[in-house]
């Protein structure tokens, strides 16, 4: 993991740096055991988290929905624990990305003794799943997403353009409706009216609101034929810019460093010969 190297966060020799190796690496038996038993267990709390949900199964197997989230939330605070334990700097682990998550699926639990209709958030416990990428040596995939990712920051300001021009579209022909119905048939009111656009605009078209007038329904044929071509616009702003991305993007296939300049020849990180870029 190149964010303990570069942040020189592993411990010196001693048992701390054994326990570092075997929590935040798996490339040890007894680390892929670890990390195996960790995914398992949060497998088997998001199961039973979504057990509990199916009417009349808390008043049959309700002790052993209890007893088991006792003993998977311990197993997971002990786990906590022992991350804070082996890690130099706390800090470090506490504000990654990783280490919010752990922290809000064990604080869940316990918030959930207090306010219970927070009790089925417990399933974003699936979160620390992401865990499988780096056990079984799955980085690649991640570099993936960090294109998709990385697209979608390049095109975020014309997405909200658009979708702020759906937004006016809708309002628009939200009130127009309203006026078109004469406040009747589910356009009781302008929001309503409006909820009604957005829903036929993306294509949903739940039809617990549909126009009877003549001149509402041919509004509607216009609303959906150009949700048609709406759909497409931010498809192709984010296709557009995937492929600026792939094509600019310098990554180094032995770190995974992507923060190479285009022109670079050589990994700035570890100095590893880069590959052409793909276009």
């Known amino acids: 993991m190149e964010f303990f190297k570069k942040e020189k966060l592993i411990p010196e020799e001693g048992w701390r740096k054994k326990l570092f190796r075997t929590i935040y690496y798996a490339d040890t038996p007894a680390g892929k055991l670890f990390d195996v038993s960790l995914l398992a267990s949060i497998v088997l709390s998001t199961l039973l988290i979504i057990w509990e949900s199916i009417p009349g199964s808390i008043e049959k197997y309700g002790q052993f929905f209890r007893y088991s989230e006792w003993v998977l939330t311990i197993f997971f605070t002990i786990e906590y624990y022992l991350r804070l334990l082996a890690i130099k700097n706390n800090r470090a682990f506490i504000f990654s990305a990783f280490g919010i998550i752990d922290l809000l699926c064990i604080l869940t639990f316990y918030v959930s003794l207090f306010f219970p209709q927070v009790h089925f958030l417990i399933a974003i416990r699936l979160l620390r799943l992401l865990r499988i990428f780096r056990i079984f040596n799955l980085i690649t995939y991640l570099k993936e997403a960090m294109i998709i990712i990385k697209a979608l920051q ?83 702003i984010v296709a557009k810019e995937l492929r600026k991305v792939r094509k600019y993007v310098r990554e180094c296939e032995r770190c995974g460093n992507a923060d190479n300049d285009t022109d670079a020849r050589y990994c700035k990180i570890c100095g590893e010969k880069l590959e052409v870029a793909a276009v």
């Open 154 to 236: 390049n095109s975020y300001r014309k997405i909200i353009i658009f979708l702020l021009f759906i937004v006016i579209i809708s309002v628009i022909v939200g009130s127009l409706m309203y006026v078109l119905e004469n406040g009747q048939n589910g356009f009781h009111s302008i929001p309503e009216s409006i909820y009604w656009a957005i829903v036929t605009i993306t294509t949903v078209g739940y039809g617990d609101i549909a126009p009877t007038t003549s001149a509402g329904k041919l509004m509607s044929i216009i609303l959906m034929l150009c949700g048609y071509g709406i759909i497409a616009v931010p498809t192709g």
